[in-house]
């Protein structure tokens, strides 16, 4: 599965990004997970082709994800921003909700200023 993501970039604190990550194959489960500075890899969101969702209790109210099967992408809509948001995006795709697939996307950049 080859996983492309798009929509990085960099805003001030309170602003918005969209984050797309386009999948080569329709996949279940998508999703992304994120790396900031000092800490390991963390879920963000994962959703199901049917629309279920897990998101990381510090992502939720901010962070929305969502998907459009057609396309075989996911969206994070990433809103009220924070410099500590600041990172590596990446995107995911596998067979369960609760844990990551085996296939990542190369990772897209997020930075957040104050």
């Known amino acids: 599965v080859q996983l492309q993501a798009f929509g990085g970039g960099s805003v001030q604190a309170g602003g918005s990004l969209r984050l797309s990550c386009v999948a080569s194959?329709?996949?279940?489960?998508m999703g992304w997970y994120r790396q900031v500075l000092g800490k390991e890899r963390e879920l963000v969101a994962r959703?199901?082709?049917?629309?279920?969702?897990l998101y990381a209790d510090s992502m939720k109210g901010r962070f929305t994800i969502s998907r459009d099967n057609a396309k075989n992408t996911v969206y994070l809509q990433l809103n009220s921003l924070k410099p500590e948001d600041t990172g590596a995006y990446y995107c995911n795709v596998g067979v369960g909700l609760s844990l990551p697939g085996n296939y990542w996307g190369q990772g897209t950049l997020v930075t957040v200023s104050s």
């Open positions: 959703i199901t082709r049917s629309g279920d969702t």
């Open positions: 194959e329709n996949i279940f489960s």
